[in-house]
């Protein structure tokens, strides 16, 4: 497993964020290291995309159909039929699917230190990358440190990926988050935002504090060693945070 999620992100951390593409499979490959990963993390990601919301949607149920597959895996259960799709879903509200969590399939720390070895430099030099590749690596280590149970590190990484990989916020949003309150139109979609999680993890794990203010501890290398990628990382990271211009409210916002 973990020699195919690197052939994977060989195969697309080269393509251009111009290409259409490039978010999608990104988020193929973010598909393949959850539904790897530990089924205990599948449910509470389930649980993440269902915070306030009684809709159902696409990414949804694949997360539904990974945790089945991973309990009940056959050559059956990967066609992904509708009545398949039903049969899943009647089988996870009905909680027919064992309670034991299965341990990932890979080691996740050794595909963390492969993701890190794509952050070494600057963040301003992945900031300005013209590829996929440092924000699908980011994006992969928030998700590990999630399936670690790290959630503090995974807000971190995912307010560095807002800060410096989204739009930033322009005067007309600033404008009308100031006026004063009217009624707005809302745009309904049966589409989330593809962040909306993060709220839900916010609440979930009590990290309020940190939309306000967010430690970075210091990074030391191991004495008697060369600096490694992803002590390099950790550093690029680290100083990421420290950056007398970050600021977690607007990474919030942005992402």
């Known amino acids: 497993y973990e020699m ?59 997360i539904e159909i990974d945790v089945y597959r991973r309990f009940n895996q056959s050559a059956a259960s990967s066609v992904g039929t ?17 309670p034991q969590d299965l ?18 430099g600057s963040i301003e030099e992945h900031q300005s990358s013209e590829t996929i590749r440092s924000l699908a690596a980011l994006e992969s280590l928030a998700e590990l440190s999630l399936c670690e149970g790290e959630y503090t590190e995974a807000f971190r990484l995912y307010l560095i990926i807002g800060f410096y990989f989204m739009n930033g916020v322009d005067d007309d949003a600033i404008s009308i988050s100031i006026a004063p309150q009217r009624e707005k139109s809302i745009d309904s979609s049966d589409v989330p935002h593809p962040y909306k999680f993060v709220l839900a993890l916010i609440e979930e794990h009590k990290l309020h504090a940190s939309c306000l203010s967010i430690e970075s501890k210091d990074v030391k290398p191991v004495e008697g060693r060369s600096p490694e990628p992803a002590y390099e990382a950790a550093v690029c990271l680290s100083k990421a945070i420290k950056g007398e211009a970050f600021s977690p409210i607007v990474a919030l916002i942005q992402l």
């Open 82 to 98: 509708d009545a398949g799709r039903k049969t899943i879903k009647f089988a996870l509200e009905s909680e027919q699917v064992q």
């Open 4 to 62: 195919c999620l690197e052939k994977m992100f060989i195969e697309i951390e080269k393509i251009p964020l111009s290409n259409p593409v490039s978010l999608q499979v990104k988020d193929a490959y973010l598909c393949a290291l959850r539904g790897w990963g530990p089924s205990g993390y599948l449910k509470e990601r389930i649980k993440l995309l269902r915070w306030k919301t009684n809709d159902r949607f696409l990414e949804l149920e694949e």
């Open 103 to 120: 341990q990932s399939l890979f080691d996740i720390k050794s595909v963390a230190v492969r993701l890190a070895s794509r952050l070494t």
